[in-house]
């Protein structure tokens, strides 16, 4: 069974940075792709960034690029979002996902909020 979990959100003001860590329980943790989306009130769940199961491709939302960064540590099974520069909406309750290669199946966590606010 495959949880995961994910921590570090909070407020912070404009301009401020946040690192969300995703833990991942289970097994074959780098036969998944990794990504991070989010929630804002009353929107649809975006795509914030995605990287492959070794580390050697990201993608970003058009949004965060230049601000934010994922990344992984295969070893100890987190991922992580790096999250610079941040703006009143970015304020969503962050999400991290993971697709099974194998499988083919998606696996949510339950979400960390994230609020952007002077």
């Known amino acids: 069974q495959v949880q995961l979990v994910e921590s570090g959100g909070g407020l912070v003001q404009p301009g401020g940075s946040l690192r969300l860590s995703c833990a991942f329980s289970?097994?074959?943790?780098?036969?998944?792709?990794m990504s991070w989306y989010r929630q804002a009130p009353g929107k649809e769940r975006e795509l914030v960034a995605h990287?492959?199961?070794?580390?050697?491709?990201?993608t970003y939302a058009d949004s965060v690029k230049g601000r934010f960064t994922i990344s992984r540590d295969n070893a100890n099974a987190m991922v992580y979002l790096q999250m610079n520069s941040l703006k009143p909406e970015d304020t969503a309750v962050y999400y991290c996902k993971g697709f099974s290669v194998d499988s083919g199946r998606d696996y949510w966590g339950q979400g960390t909020q994230v609020t952007v606010s002077s």
């Open positions: 990287i492959t199961s070794t580390g050697d491709r990201t």
């Open positions: 289970g097994f074959f943790f780098s036969r998944y792709y």
